[in-house]
């Protein structure tokens, strides 16, 4: 059987060049039912939007009938298509596209609402990534893994990040070794090494919100080749500072697949240490690169200009943004949860 990999597929860094970013517009659902919420919610999506259309061309997916009022924040130069949604973190529900350096395809990842959780629905997002990929005019391939794009990270040089609670905990993949969840990521990403951290942010877990199990994208993400930068809480009151301090060890002590030892750029948490009556996981690492940008969560913090500070000095040749996120991790995630590259062939 034709795999992407065997067929000269990989997935491209996140720096690589985009022909465009896709989208979710935020409907009525279980994660914005009351109207102030929903408002909020579309007004944060449309910075983002716009933040991004600076640098490269934006495709909004929106709810039947819920275009034309999309527009009127998004603006006249993004573009807007109508499919049935459940939620709208593009990210997760969306293709994963890769390349072959002359062709476009995507993997459509098997999706059960971030592990079947009770307050999820996934009924329309499950079919949004075949849609999108079709709308690209990509080559589609289907994986039985359960999984999501907030939950992989590449260095698109053979590398992978992953989170043992997310591809394999049992509310996903019950039953999968760590050697198949490999053997299916490596083969439909095209990459040879993974790297694992074992879980993820502590409000990425019940009791606290909506949660995801632990995505990886809001622990560590690389930022070029060699180099990873990750999520720091210095703050031992916060019971992340022992999650993350772990993450930066495993990470100090890794190579990656052409067998560099990873440079280790930690990143501060914002001082908050909780929101919304819980933990507070705010991470700089949610951020989105596009041509020529960075699109950085900010979160009205004195260390959101440090992060900016540190992104400066890791991408030099383009613009950082900071746009304020806390609208959009109140829904239970960030900038990078609500984008996805679509790479340039």
Not at 79 to 106: C, H, K, Y
Not at 140 to 147: F, R
Not at 155 to 177: A, I, K, M
Not at 270 to 289: C, F, K, M, R
Request: hydrophobic content about 40%.
């Amino acid at each position: 059987m034709n795999t992407p990999a065997s067929d000269g597929f990989r997935m491209p860094a996140e720096w690589a060049p985009h022909e465009r970013t896709w989208m979710a517009w935020p409907g009525p659902n279980h994660t914005f039912s009351d109207p102030e919420e929903l408002t909020a919610a579309r007004t944060a999506w449309a910075s983002v939007a716009r933040a991004v259309r600076r640098f490269e061309p934006v495709t909004v997916v929106c709810g039947p009938g819920q275009s034309a009022e999309a527009r009127d924040l998004l603006g006249a130069d993004i573009d807007t298509v109508e499919r049935e949604l459940d939620d709208a973190w593009m990210r997760d529900i969306g293709p994963t596209f890769l390349t072959n350096g002359s062709q476009l395809a995507a993997v459509d990842w098997t999706f059960n609402g971030w592990g079947a959780q009770e307050w999820a629905g996934w009924e329309h997002d499950a079919k949004i990534a075949a849609y999108v990929s079709d709308l690209a005019g990509a080559r589609t391939y289907a994986s039985k893994l359960v999984n999501e794009g907030g939950g992989i990270h590449v260095d698109g040089e053979g590398t992978v990040l992953l989170t043992e609670t997310v591809q394999l905990g049992p509310e996903r993949n019950p039953g999968w070794t760590k050697e198949q969840v490999e053997a299916e990521i490596h083969t439909h990403l095209g990459t040879r090494k993974a790297i694992w951290l074992p879980r993820g942010l502590t409000a990425d877990y019940p009791p606290y919100g909506y949660g995801t199990l632990g995505h990886v994208d809001i622990v560590a993400a690389f930022a070029g080749p060699g180099t990873v930068v990750v999520h720091r809480q210095p703050d031992p009151a916060h019971p992340d500072h022992e999650v993350t301090e772990e993450a930066i060890g495993i990470l100090k002590a890794a190579t990656d697949a052409r067998g560099r030892r990873l440079e280790v750029v930690d990143v501060p948490a914002p001082t908050v240490l909780e929101a919304d009556g819980h933990w507070a996981d705010y991470s700089y690492i949610n951020h989105y690169v596009c041509n020529g940008g960075v699109v950085l969560c900010a979160f009205d913090d004195p260390r959101d200009e440090l992060a900016a500070g540190i992104f400066r000095r890791l991408y030099p040749d383009r613009t950082v943004t900071l746009v304020d996120a806390r609208t959009i991790f109140a829904g239970g995630g960030g900038i990078h949860c609500i984008t996805q590259q679509q790479p340039k062939i």
